[in-house]
């Protein structure tokens, strides 16, 4: 019998003075068996960063053909891409194909080896944008987390500023290219 998820619901008031977006979300995140907090921490950091109307948690890790997020048009198309992690170049240029714009949030201890590796080809690709998170930070960022929690995100200068009433940390995502 297969592993069902474990559902993660996140009361979240986010305060995002860099793009003015001030928003009260209750989200419901599922996390696969064999994912990490620490990866799913990341994919709610990926939410509070590109917060907007239609953003919404994909299927993710159980299906190749989606990312982690993404934005649809009211038409269907593919507006935002959102990968975590340390995606492969070519799934990204099929990303790139298919979406207006393509996002990547690296995390990880072998993200900067990652990134050394495959950048250059990574940071070639249209319409791209691609942020390394610092391992400790989404270590600290992870330990926040209960199955049921309520989060303040403030994001002030492009660092997010995380407290959930009983404990606080930050994340500094590190910008690695632009394009777009």
Request: charged residues 25%; hydrophobic residues 40%; aromatic residues 8%.
């Amino acid at each position: 019998m297969a592993l069902k998820p474990t559902i993660y619901k996140a009361q979240i008031e986010l305060a995002d003075s860099d793009r003015n977006i001030f928003e009260s979300l209750s989200l419901t995140i599922a996390k696969h068996p064999s994912e990490t907090l620490e990866r799913m921490a990341t994919r709610l950091l990926a939410y509070c960063l590109n917060c907007t109307r239609g953003l919404e948690f994909t299927k993710g890790i159980s299906t190749s053909d989606e990312p982690d997020l993404w934005v649809h048009s009211d038409h269907g198309d593919i507006e935002h891409w959102i990968e975590v992690g340390q995606p492969e170049q070519g799934r990204l240029r099929k990303a790139c194909g298919r979406a207006r714009q393509v996002s990547i949030f690296a995390f990880g201890k072998s993200a900067a080896t990652w990134w050394k590796l495959h950048g250059d080809e990574i940071s070639a690709l249209p319409h791209l944008n691609a942020w390394q998170f610092d391992w400790t930070e989404i270590q600290a960022a992870a330990n926040l987390l209960d199955r049921t929690v309520q989060l303040n995100v403030s994001i002030v200068g492009g660092t997010l500023y995380l407290d959930n009433g009983s404990d606080a940390s930050s994340v500094e995502p590190k910008l690695l290219c632009q394009n777009d």
